[in-house]
């Protein structure tokens, strides 16, 4: 199964290209999945469980201009004990592509000092996506 | 009358404190208006017609957290021949105000290095705000 | 007195006109603070003490382009119990000045939910500011 | 041969978890790439001809905090005809690595709508890289 989400643009998100700069593509992902995983995102933060990113890769195919719709859809790609592959499209809702993504991420106890079992609840959230 | 749009709330945007930064807010506005200005911003802008803000203030009165909805609400107070003052309130829609702003802001010609009249599609759009 | 600092200037800084974004002149404002109050800073954070923006305004002057040097200029206003309102010059270090600007800051307790005396240690780096 | 370089650390970079957000590494490696092209960067920009990232990838090795300092080095890692590669270190200029990282950048001349060759000058920064 996937997630979309769609993303505002916003004018300030354009660098001197006139493009969405490259760094906020990832803003953009973060976004999404914070839409996605949001109410178990913040009650795992305030447990001192963050979700690390650990490992991001984006391939840029088209530029994003300041009046473009943005969508995302994810979906699960890995799933382990502690960490887990989400892939991304970031799209205009219709036939254009303007970037494909992967981000890796892992359950990170802020307390502990190391990673942790995805929570039940989270995994049930990735089962979804 | 008023325009009112809602800002999509980012995890990114919140700062160490876990609220929305102060500087944060202009970008909020900001969004608001290119999305009241929208078509003619960018025509402008096409023509080397900036509109450039020359004063911007914000009073802060609640924090803005991640799961806060943010609408803002602007109206035109001021207009003169080549500059204009829109005011803002930054709420949740219900009765909480996050904040309350002000921009003054000019229409520059880039290529003659100087102010300009407001163009007359911009005074329609902003005798509607 | 007076405390300088340069702000580093990023490509990813400036909009799409080009030049440095309105609401960044704030997070510059923002970087010149945090290096002027350090250690304070930061200690006062993890003991829920937020040093909060309540109030800020910024008269833009000139353009901050991507090869321009950008010095934060501040200094003490006003102070109170537990606010005090800061100055600021963002300049090139010669003649040419970006912006003026003001904020006004408070001392908040997080744990308790209210405005707290500006502490001690903070009062002393500021009466050198 | 490799280009080193400081990234001021921004309190405004750090997110709610209280580290650099993981999209902003990708800022502080474009900040560290402009530097490093800085003249012909611009140059390029003003006849059309931009330099964009078609690839990019990081690997987070360790949390970048406030009181941080982060030094990018950079070093081209190939060159083909209208694209290269740069690899980065992100660290502390002492043991701790922060990041590691990739972008594959390519020539992409905005008038004609093509990719077009790494221009000569260019093709000199890039060597001492």
Same mark, same amino acid.
């Given at each position: 199964?996937?997630?979309?989400?769609?993303?505002?643009?916003?004018?300030?998100?354009?660098?001197?290209?006139?493009?969405?700069?490259?760094?906020?593509?990832?803003?953009?992902?973060?976004?999404?999945?914070?839409?996605?995983?949001?109410?178990?995102?913040?009650?795992?933060?305030?447990?001192?469980?963050?979700?690390?990113?650990?490992?991001? $890769?984006?391939?840029? !195919?088209?530029?994003?201009? #300041?009046?473009?719709?943005?969508? /995302?859809?994810? &979906?699960?790609?890995?799933?382990?004990?502690?960490?887990?592959?989400?892939?991304?499209?970031?799209?205009?809702?219709?036939?254009?592509?303007?970037?494909?993504?992967?981000?890796?991420?892992?359950?990170?106890? $802020?307390?502990?000092? !190391?990673?942790?079992?995805? #929570?039940?609840?989270?995994?049930? /959230?990735?089962? &979804?996506?």
């Amino acid at each position: 199964m996937k997630f979309s989400t769609e993303v505002q643009v916003r004018f300030a998100d354009m660098d001197a290209y006139g493009h969405l700069n490259h760094a906020t593509f990832f803003t953009y992902l973060e976004t999404a999945r914070t839409i996605a995983f949001r109410g178990i995102f913040l009650d795992l933060m305030s447990k001192g469980q963050l979700l690390l990113v650990v490992n991001a $890769e984006c391939s840029y !195919k088209a530029p994003i201009g #300041p009046t473009d719709r943005a969508i /995302v859809t994810m &979906q699960l790609e890995k799933s382990k004990r502690s960490s887990f592959t989400l892939g991304y499209r970031v799209h205009d809702g219709e036939e254009r592509t303007f970037a494909e993504a992967k981000t890796v991420m892992i359950c990170f106890d $802020e307390n502990r000092g !190391k990673p942790v079992a995805v #929570p039940p609840e989270l995994k049930e /959230v990735l089962s &979804q996506v």
